[in-house]
Nanobody, 124 residues
Framework: QVQLVESGGGSVQSGGSLRLSCAAS??????????MGWFRQAPGKEREGVAA???????DYADSVKGRFTISRDIAENRLYLQMNNLKPEDTAMYYC????????????????WGQGTQVTVSS
């Protein structure tokens, strides 16, 4: 089992930045091999993939965040990050960290473990 805890959410104005962090604990001995991802869910909408990192650092991004968001991981610290720049009101959502034994990118159905989420609110 892997436990994931997100932090770093908050309220910012449009154009601002936030850095989300996800701490992994539990059976993390294979953490370096896990596929890790960030997903988000806005009220009344389905959960969607934002960014994922897998293998030797291959990354995938949703088109809506390309050029603005950057996913990274610290394997030694079992942490995952999402740097979000130039935030827009449409980025407002609950953001979730997730881990997969195997993934092909941003297909949320491939992810086995989920955190509780951290709220991001962007005002115009």
């Amino acid at each position: 089992q892997v436990q994931l805890v997100e932090s770093g959410g908050g309220s910012v104005q449009s154009g601002g930045s936030l850095r989300l962090s996800c701490a992994a604990s539990g059976s993390t001995y294979a953490y370096s091999r896990y596929c890790m991802g960030w997903f988000r869910q806005a009220p009344g909408k389905e959960r969607e993939g934002v960014a994922a990192i897998r293998g030797v650092g291959r990354t995938d991004y949703a088109d809506s965040v390309k050029g603005r968001f950057t996913i990274s991981r610290d394997i030694a610290e079992n942490r995952l990050y999402l740097q979000m720049n130039n935030l827009k009101p449409e980025d407002t959502a609950m953001y979730y960290c997730a881990a997969a034994i195997y993934c092909s990118g941003l297909n949320l159905h491939e992810y086995n473990y989920w955190g509780q989420g951290t709220q991001v609110t962007v005002s115009s």
